[in-house]
C-alpha cells in the first residue's frame, strides 16, 4: 500500500531520522500493520511560521519521498507582520517547497486579530499565484458559527479565479461548505478526527466528496485518530485513517490509498 500523509509538523525534537523510525516501526505494530501493509509513505511536512518551515525543508532534505510547504499559521499573523521575514529565501536556495501554507483564518481561538489573519492570508494566497503553487489552507470557527467559512471563501473565490490551487486541510465544516469549495476546484483533507465520535458532519462530508478531490493526512502532532486518540499523533498513525475513511465510501483501505496518494501527487505536482 502506497500512502500520502499530505499534512504533518516537524518541530524537531528528534532529528528526522529519528523521527522517520519511530514512524516505521508504529506502521509495523498493531493495530496499524492490523489496517494494512504501508509499502511506500510520502509526507509533506508543513510550515506554520518562518522557523518551522525552515525546519520543514530541513526535514524534506534528508528524507526520501518528503515535501514540504513554507507557510503562516493564521495564530502566528500578528507576529509575523510585526516581524515580516523573508519568505523569498525558500525560492533562492535549498529544495523548493510544493506549496504555500499553512495559512488561512482561525476564530475559534483568536490568537491573532481577523483584520491581521486576514492580510496575512491574502499575502500568502497571492504568493502562491506568484509561484503557480497550490495553497494549504487553515479554516476554524466557534461551534455553530462560519464566519471564518465565509471570510475565507471571499478571499478563495477570487484566488481560484485567477488559476489558485488549495486544498482545505483537516476539513471540519458542513457539507454545504465542502461543496462550496469543491465548486472553487478545491480539495477536502480528511484527519483523524473523523473517527471521533460526535465528527458526523464530518463523515457525511466525505462520503460525498469525488473521487479525485480527497486528501488524507495526519496534522500531526494533533488529533490523533481512535484508538489513539489524546496521544501524540504521527504519520505512522496514517493507514488508521486511510482504512476508517475507506470504509466510509465502500473501498478497501488499498483502493482509498491509492486514490488520495494519486490525488496528493496531482495536486502537488509530483
Keep these: 500500500m502506497e500512502l500520502f500523509d499530505t499534512h504533518f509538523h516537524y518541530y524537531g525534537e528528534s532529528t528526522p531520522v529519528e523521527f522517520m523510525s519511530n514512524v516505521k516501526l508504529a506502521l509495523g505494530t498493531p493495530p496499524q500493520s492490523d489496517a494494512g501493509t504501508v509499502d511506500r509513505l510520502h509526507l509533506l511536512a508543513v510550515g506554520g511560521d518562518y522557523v518551522e518551515s525552515l525546519r520543514a525543508r530541513e526535514f524534506a532534505g534528508v528524507i526520501p ?21 523573508d519568505f523569498s529565501i525558500f525560492f533562492k536556495e535549498g529544495k523548493a517547497p510544493v506549496a504555500i501554507g499553512e495559512l488561512g483564518v482561525d476564530y475559534y481561538y483568536a490568537n491573532s486579530p481577523e483584520k491581521e489573519q486576514l492580510e496575512v492570508f491574502e499575502e500568502f494566497l497571492d504568493l502562491a499565484l506568484v509561484h503557480d503553487l497550490p ?26 479565479a485567477r488559476g489558485g490551487r488549495f486544498v482545505v486541510h483537516c476539513f471540519a465544516g458542513t457539507p454545504a461548505w465542502a461543496e462550496k469549495f469543491l465548486a472553487l476546484g478545491g480539495y ?66 488499498a483502493e482509498f490509498a491509492a486514490l488520495t496518494t494519486a490525488n496528493g501527487k496531482r495536486l502537488f505536482l509530483i
Excluded: C, W
Excluded at 519521498?65 to 521575514?85: I, R
Excluded at 495553497?135 to 458559527?145: G, L
Design 188 to 253: 477536502i483533507g480528511v484527519t483523524g478526527m473523523v473517527t471521533f465520535r460526535r465528527a458526523e458532519n464530518i463523515r457525511e462530508a466525505i462520503r460525498s466528496v469525488p473521487d479525485d478531490r480527497l486528501l488524507i493526512e495526519t496534522d500531526s502532532p494533533y488529533l490523533a485518530p481512535v484508538p489513539h486518540r489524546g496521544k501524540e499523533n504521527h504519520p505512522g498513525f496514517l493507514v488508521l485513517i486511510a482504512a476508517f475513511a475507506a470504509q466510509l465510501r465502500g473501498m478497501s483501505a
Design 135 to 160: 495553497a494549504i489552507v487553515h479554516i476554524r470557527d466557534q461551534e455553530d458559527a462560519d464566519k471564518a467559512y465565509r471570510d475565507a471563501y471571499s478571499l478563495l473565490e477570487p484566488f481560484a
Design 65 to 85: 519521498d518528503t515535501y514540504y510547504a513554507a507557510g503562516v499559521h493564521p495564530h502566528q499573523a500578528e507576529n509575523f507582520l510585526a516581524q515580516k521575514e
